[in-house]
């Protein structure tokens, strides 16, 4: 059974920066690609960032150069930094894990960026 748990969410200032944690339980870490998304109110789901299983990075145009996405497999975690942070940045954060034809979700973590 596999189980994601974000955390890092909060508040920030614009122009501040956060780091996005996931921990996965269960086994098989180093197999997975790992993404985190994000779902604003009243918008759809979107991708913000990918690591994959060997290391191969891809990002949202909207967060290209602001945004990390790192993993530890050692501590079977995959992180996002964020820096330079936009109020339009505001959302909740999932991380996600897939391997194959399996696909699982984390509770989500939300990020408000605000004055």
């Known amino acids: 059974q596999v189980q994601l748990v974000e955390s890092g969410g909060g508040l920030v200032q614009p122009g501040g920066s956060l780091k996005l944690s996931c921990a996965l339980s269960g086994s098989g870490f180093g197999l997975y690609d790992m993404g985190w998304h994000r779902q604003a109110p009243g918008k759809q789901r979107e991708l913000v960032a990918r690591i994959s299983s060997i290391y191969t990075t891809n990002y949202a145009s909207s967060v290209k150069g602001r945004f990390t996405i790192s993993r530890d497999n050692a501590k079977k975690t995959v992180y996002l930094q964020m820096n330079s942070l936009k109020p339009e940045d505001s959302a909740v954060y999932y991380c996600?894990?897939?391997?194959?034809?399996?696909?699982?979700w984390g509770q989500g973590t939300q990020v408000t960026v605000s004055s």
């Open positions: 996600s894990a897939g391997v194959g034809a399996n696909d699982y």
